[in-house]
C-alpha cells in the first residue's frame, strides 16, 4: 500500500514538472466544465475561449479551454491532433495559434473521441485543410440526429468499427473502441510510444455523465475502461479536467464496477425505477447520481431498462 502510495506520488511529480505553461491564458488543465448536457454542449460561437497550450512531455502538448482537452502530438511528418474544440471559426483559428506556437508542421490526422460539439466542433475545417480525420462508426451514425445550438459537426472522412492504427513521423497512434459509455462512438486513443492515453469524455476527473440519447451505457462503460487500463501508460487525459495516472484511472474503474454493480443489484431485488437512484451506495464513490443528468427521463428510463437485461 505505502509502496503504491509512493508510486503514485512520483508519477503525479513526473507530470507536474513535466507540464511547462507555454502561454498563460489558462491554468493548466483547465478548460474544466460539464461540456456535454444532453445532446451536448450548446456553446460555440463568438470570440475565442482562452485556449493555452502546455507540454505534457517532449513532443506532446495539451490545449486546454474552449470546450474539450486538446492533444497534440508534434512530429517530423506532421501533427496529430485529438479533439478539436467548440464549434466556431475563432476557435478552430485560436488552436490554430496554439499549434503553430510549439510547430510549423501541417495537421495531418485528427482523432475525435465523441459526437459532441465541445470535442467533434471543428471536424469540417480539419478536412478542409486536407487532414484525415477518424472518428469511430457510431460517432458518424450519431451524427445523423445529434444537433447543439452551435450547430452540427461535420462528418469524419475516415472510420472504424473496433480498431484502427497508424503511424507518423516516427508516432505510432492505435485508436480503440472499446464499448459504447459517454456515447454510442467513444474513441479511445493510445500513443504507445509516449506512453500517453487521450480518453475524451470516457475517462474523466469526477462524475461521467452518460449520453444514453447519443447511444451511451453505464453497464457497458467499465468494459472501455478495462480495455484502457490494458494498455502500458502512465499519462490520461481527459476530456475535461487536469492530467489523470494510471492509478487515477484504476481509482475511476473501481467506482464504475461498484454503481453498476451496486444498480444491478437493487434493480434484482425489485427497487421501483423511482427509487433506484437514491438507493444506489455512492458516499465512497462520490459522484452525484441524484442530479438531473441522472433523473431525467431520457437518462433513467435506459438506465433502468440496460440493468434490468443486464441482471438476466
Ligand atoms: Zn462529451
Known sequence: MFRRILLTLSALTAIVAATVVISAQAPPGGGQGKGDGKGGDGKGKGAPQGQAIVQIKPGFYEVTGAGGNTSVVVTNGGVIVVDTKNLGEANY?????????????????????????????????????????????????????????????????????????????GAQVRVYHFARAHTGGDSIVYFPTLKIVAGGDAIVNGAPNIDFPNGGSAVEWPKLVAGTLKLDFDTLIPGHGNVMTKADVEAYKTKWDNLVSRAEEQVKKGTPKDKLLASIKTDDIGWNVTGAQWTAPARLDPFYEELSKAKK
Open 93 to 169: 483559428n485560436d488552436l490554430m495559434a496554439q499549434i503553430k506556437k510549439v510547430t510549423n508542421q501541417p495537421v495531418k490526422y485528427v482523432v475525435i473521441t465523441h459526437v459532441h460539439q465541445d470535442h467533434s466542433g471543428n471536424t469540417k475545417s480539419f478536412i478542409d485543410a486536407g487532414a484525415k480525420v477518424i472518428a469511430a462508426d457510431g460517432e458518424k451514425a450519431e451524427l445523423a440526429t445529434y444537433t447543439a445550438p452551435a450547430g452540427k459537426p461535420a462528418e469524419p472522412n475516415v472510420t472504424y468499427t473496433k480498431n484502427y492504427a497508424f503511424k507518423l513521423g
